[in-house]
């Protein structure tokens, strides 16, 4: 990286951030330094004001969107390619206004038809409490006359409704009830009674759950209200259909929002780094970080501005504040998704994508180890990187996909795993065919070229190990280059080789029977290990001591590599007893419903842990010998979009 400073006049910033976003390898960050100077106090930082707005069009673009969703009549899928636009396109004004104003229209008829939905169910419920009134040839204002008052209202089901009228003659005297209707739950009653017996009817009708019912501001009979209500009821349903073909209308402008949110996402990116920058009346500053590949196209894009600007490097107090961008070819650009998921390399650190290329690869092959579950992976993430272009994560996993699907073929056919041992199920049940019948070349496949997981698992063990030593031997010698790079060779030889010396002993104690060479070791590790503490010879003495429980350790990492061995068993065995189970009816079409299930989930189950296993022994074992991980990822300022592509335009 080169840390870069710049100051331009006002009138240029807008476009030359423009370009910038264009040039995509610019990190702009805030000058501080300016803006809390008490000598440069004309400079001042940016406002977000116009940040803010953006962010705010971009949610109501955003929820736009998810509103038109399920109104689209043509819906795209999982795995539809995104549009591809020019840049004239992306940043048409016309059709950005065009597509917020449609946007907004989305929002506020769907606040409409929300509305005429809770008005559609107020009525609902409206109706169905006059129901059981409609016999009811009363108004329902209606409350008594000049002696009478009149009531109606309702007792739980399971009250004996002659009893009640008895109770209610007896308390009042002259009382007039009558049962409109009932329904599983209570009875509907009206009540007439004298006025000046009202307060001893009331007592009666209490102790019996009576409840009166109150319909506030309603006026005539229940089913004159029925009919009304019927009424609003069919205009909100004319008016549901208005809203809701309004807004599948609306949907046909799907892809005018998206490319609208696509350009509010790059307009609030300029707004954001604006800023970001310190501003005086007429000029800008900035700071900024861009990779050192990227200098002559800087600088001849700022060869057409009036701006001066320096650049260099960083220094390594900055260290821990500079970002970090791998670097990779197109072999190693995929493993950006392992690494980023444990952490970016510091900026002293090293790139460990090109050095776990291969292992990476070939431990993830070795423990699936098919070769139909090899073909099937490289095919769907060749259909899925051609079809649908996918960026960023989906990208990085494709891309590695189709190198995994091809490790996976390449170890499959030395294990001799094709589905598990389908080959010889299939032919032994279907075709009366055995393994000895088989053309040579057929049976030495499914035997295992190499090795065979099932029938000589020690010996998958065994080869587990060897490679798990070599690959622990090659983290240590990075950590040696590492050493020489930083100009420190002593510290990495003296990091590594005494541990090679403890090897090379125990080798020499198992099979010469003498441990000098051991005892050499231990004292290399005891001088060495201890030479960074603190407090005296005694100190470091005890550190190298100390050292000595790290075998331990060592042990711990090489038996790591025993996992190669059970993931590669348990993907062969999980096949052949899905193979056992489909050959067991003797039917055909049931093998293969059996068989297609029951690899689905084989390849399923083992993707995830042979993705899990594969990245633990590169994050553990192998970075653990050298990796300096806790850099910050760089982030210039560029086009991101979301729902379509970018393409050059034709000059």
Request: hydrophobic content about 45%; aromatic content about 10%.
């Amino acid at each position: 990286m080169k840390k870069l400073r710049l100051c331009g006049i006002a009138e240029e910033q807008t476009q030359l951030i423009r370009e910038l976003q264009l040039l995509g390898s610019v990190e702009i960050g805030s000058p501080e330094a300016l803006t809390g100077a008490q000598q440069t106090q004309i400079f001042r930082a940016g406002d977000s004001s116009s940040a803010d707005a953006l962010s705010r069009t971009s949610a109501a673009l955003a929820s736009a969107l998810e509103t038109l969703k399920q109104y689209e009549t043509k819906k795209g899928g999982l795995f539809s390619a995104r549009p591809e636009k020019t840049l004239d396109e992306l940043f048409d004004d016309d059709a950005y206004s065009a597509a917020v104003q449609a946007a907004q229209d989305a929002l506020e008829t769907q606040d409409a038809r929300s509305r005429n939905q809770a008005e559609k169910s107020r009525l609902s419920a409206l109706r169905e409490s006059f129901v059981p009134w409609q016999t009811l040839d009363l108004p329902l204002e209606s409350n008594g006359t000049q002696h009478t008052r009149v009531l109606i209202g309702t007792v739980p089901a399971q009250t004996g409704f002659d009893a009640l009228r008895e109770a209610v003659y007896e308390a009042a005297g002259e009382a007039q009830i009558e049962m409109v209707s009932a329904d599983q739950q209570s009875l509907y009653l009206l009540v007439i009674v004298y006025k000046g017996a009202y307060d001893a009817a009331a007592s009666a009708l209490r102790e019996s759950g009576f409840t009166q019912t109150c319909f506030d501001g309603v006026t005539g009979t229940a089913a004159e209200n029925i009919r009304l209500t019927d009424e609003k009821l069919a205009a909100c349903e004319q008016e549901d259909k208005r809203l809701t073909d309004k807004l599948t209308a609306l949907a046909g402008e799907t892809p005018a929002i998206r490319l609208a949110a696509d350009r509010c996402t790059q307009e609030i990116a300029k707004a954001q780094a604006a800023d970001r920058m310190a501003h005086s009346e007429r000029t800008f500053c900035l700071d900024g970080w861009v990779p050192c590949e990227d200098v002559g196209k800087l600088e001849t894009l700022l060869e057409h501005y009036c701006c001066a600007w320096e650049l260099e490097d960083p220094s390594p107090e900055e260290y821990p504040d500079v970002p970090v961008k791998l670097k990779n070819n197109k072999l190693t650009w995929p493993l950006n998704m392992v690494t980023e998921m444990y952490s970016l390399p510091a900026y002293d650190g090293i790139d460990p994508n090109p050095l776990m290329f291969f292992w990476y690869i070939f431990f993830f092959g070795f423990m699936f180890a098919d070769v139909a579950y090899g073909i099937i992976i490289y095919l769907a993430c060749t259909l899925i990187q051609k079809k649908v272009r996918p960026k960023n994560t989906l990208g990085y996993m494709m891309s590695l996909g189709r190198w995994l699907g091809g490790s996976i073929t390449f170890c499959g056919i030395f294990s001799g795993g094709f589905f598990g041992n389908s080959i010889t199920t299939f032919a032994e049940t279907f075709l009366g065919i055995t393994q000895d019948q088989f053309p040579a070349w057929l049976s030495t496949f499914c035997d295992g070229i190499v090795v065979n997981p099932v029938e000589d698992p020690l010996k998958v063990l065994i080869i587990a190990i060897c490679i798990g030593c070599v690959h622990l031997v090659f983290g240590q010698c990075i950590r040696i280059y590492m050493g020489f790079r930083d100009h420190e060779p002593l510290e990495g030889i003296l990091d590594v080789v005494p541990w090679w010396i403890v090897f090379a002993g125990i080798a020499v104690l198992v099979f010469c029977d003498t441990p000098l060479v051991l005892i050499l070791g231990a004292l290399s590790l005891i001088l060495t290990q201890g030479r960074h503490k603190e407090g005296g010879i005694i100190k470091k003495l005890m550190g190298g001591i100390t050292s000595l429980y790290d075998i331990t350790s060592w042990l711990s990492d090489v038996l790591s590599y025993a996992r190669l061995m059970a993931l590669m068993l348990a993907g062969s065995v999980i096949g052949m007893v899905f193979n056992t189970i489909a050959a067991l009816p003797g039917n055909i079409i049931v093998f293969f419903v059996v068989f297609l299930i029951g690899h689905t989930f084989n390849i399923g189950v083992n993707l995830i842990g042979t993705y899990v296993h594969d990245a633990r022994l590169q994050y553990l074992e192998f970075f653990g010998k050298f990796y300096k991980e806790g850099g910050i990822p760089f982030k210039p300022l560029k086009y991101n979009t979301k729902y379509v592509d970018i393409i050059e335009e034709e000059k």
